[in-house]
């Protein structure tokens, strides 16, 4: 794993297709050293095309500071059910004002375009019977891939998020349909750099996380680019409070990198943000209606109740104690629960220390 930052690619100029949509121009590449400084820019970059040759466009913002400075980006609808992400992003670009600031904000506002159209977590294929890609187990894509969304995730790394080498990259999510989560942050905590960042959020809840293959988090980070996964709450809602706090701590990171002014607003420090380096998840074990006895941020110890299930007759078929002592990070929020569904998921230290 790599940290030195990769140098921008100063062969590929922006490149417009020519096309406006909707009013807005079109770019297949995206070089924000060429666009004029002190202002706002809003592009559709042209993703992948669907099977009748139409593409998918994904909206894109840049806010370009009148000096020069670093760039950031922010991420948001890798999962396309994942809303308020999406909201967070529009609200830290709301915020922005290009004439006072030092470099340069890079929003892509829904990378998942038809999950984002259908609410649904994974990228809908109409190949192979209609079978879904997980948008976030496939960074950094394929230009010449083996299907629709793993060129896409290769369309964008190769010509939006590498080429501008961002000094820090921001990936919003929320917990997917059916559950609900902390505001909770995934970061690989070893790296200086990024648990710097890290710590710049008044969070409920950071997770020391080595990363996962194939995230657009963990990609980012193999690059050299400091990077965290945010998860802002439930799914296909706005979660106002969390999405506020969100918002705090990413203007944090751009104040902390000198491109936005101003003092810092609140961090981990200040609200009493609860580190891990563990997730327990407590699963059912078989079918039934779940009656959940613990809420998200609730301390629990080993043995404690979290949960019943009863069968259609209301037997209780299952009872469920916490196996760790540590708080509730995630619950199931739908009721009805099938054998193996995650009903709980406990933040808790695995190592002492
Ligand atoms: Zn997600």
Not at 119 to 140: L, Y
Not at 268 to 276: D, I, L, M, P, S
Request: proline share 8%.
């Amino acid at each position: 794993m790599t940290t030195t930052p990769l140098p921008p690619n100063p062969t590929a100029p922006t490149r417009y297709t020519g096309d406006t949509l909707q009013g807005i121009p079109v770019i297949t590449e995206l070089a924000v050293s060429d666009l004029p400084a002190g202002d706002r820019h809003r592009f559709f970059f042209q993703g992948v095309q669907m099977g009748t040759g139409q593409h998918w466009y994904v909206p894109v913002v840049v806010a370009k500071g009148s000096r020069p400075g670093p760039c950031v980006t922010l991420t948001a609808g890798v999962h396309g059910d994942e809303v308020s992400g999406i909201d967070a992003v529009q609200r830290v670009m709301a915020q922005l004002d290009p004439t006072v600031m030092a470099g340069s904000v890079i929003a892509v506002l829904g990378v998942s375009r038809p999950a984002i159209e259908y609410t649904r977590p994974f990228w809908p294929m109409a190949m192979q019977g209609g079978q879904s890609v997980d948008m976030n187990r496939i960074w950094p894509g394929d230009e010449t891939g083996d299907n629709a969304p793993t060129r896409h995730a290769g369309l964008l790394w190769n010509r939006l998020l590498r080429p501008n080498a961002p000094v820090a990259a921001i990936d919003y999510h929320t917990i997917t349909t059916g559950s609900a989560f902390t505001l909770f942050l995934f970061a690989d905590l070893r790296q200086a750099a990024i648990r710097q960042m890290a710590e710049l959020f008044p969070v409920e809840h950071i997770k020391d996380d080595p990363g996962l293959a194939g995230t657009l988090e963990t990609t980012l980070v193999e690059s050299g680019i400091p990077a965290l996964t945010v998860e802002i709450g439930e799914g296909r809602r706005f979660e106002s409070q969390k999405i506020a706090l969100a918002v705090e701590g990413s203007l944090n990171v751009l104040k902390h990198h000198g491109i936005v002014p101003g003092p810092l607003g609140r961090t981990a420090a200040e609200v009493g943000t609860v580190f891990g380096d563990s997730l327990e998840t407590v699963r059912a074990t078989t079918g039934g209606f779940l009656e959940l006895l613990v809420e998200l941020r609730d301390r629990v110890t080993p043995g404690q109740p979290v949960a019943i299930q009863r069968n259609a007759f209301g037997d209780v078929v299952a009872e469920y104690q916490a196996p760790v002592a540590g708080e509730i990070a995630v619950v199931a929020r739908d009721a009805l629960c099938e054998p193996g569904r995650r009903i709980v998921q406990i933040l808790y230290n695995q190592q002492a220390g």
